[in-house]
Nanobody, 128 residues
Framework: QEQLVESGGGLVQAGGSLRLSCAAS??????????MGWFRQAPGKEREFVSA????????YYADSVKGRFAISRDSAKNTVYLQMNSLKPEDTAVYYC???????????????????WGQGTQVTVSS
């Protein structure tokens, strides 16, 4: 059974950093064949796209709100995707979800309702 497990969330002051991890496991779930990404949902708001990395690890995409502050990467040997978050702001506070699918990357970014695999989420809280 394919599974995504996030870790690394927590409480941090504004301007600080956190690194989220998303470990994929189960069956033939190799991230080198999947688009991997991060979405987030703040209280009272809809879930939104944060970042994605294509199956090859070559193409990376970011929401405008995090561009220049967040960096996505993947370690195929560990079957894990990371989200390095720097210069955190209170508005980054949300539950962050890891997601994965074999669909085309642009579609993945804009059609979260069609994504097959989701993690359980990890809370990130940024205090001012």
């Amino acid at each position: 059974q394919e599974q995504l497990v996030e870790s690394g969330g927590g409480l941090v002051q504004a301007g600080g950093s956190l690194r989220l991890s998303c470990a994929a496991s189960g069956g033939a779930f190799s991230i080198s064949r999947y688009v991997m990404g991060w979405f987030r949902q703040a209280p009272g708001k809809e879930r939104e796209f944060v970042s994605a990395i294509d199956w090859s690890g070559t193409d990376k995409y970011y929401a405008d709100s995090v561009k220049g502050r967040f960096a996505i990467s993947r370690d195929s040997a560990k079957n894990t995707v990371y989200l390095q978050m720097n210069s955190l702001k209170p508005e980054d506070t949300a539950v962050y979800y890891c997601a994965s699918d074999m669909m085309e990357t642009q579609f993945f970014m804009t059609h979260m309702g069609n994504i097959a695999y989701w993690g359980q989420g990890t809370q990130v809280t940024v205090s001012s």
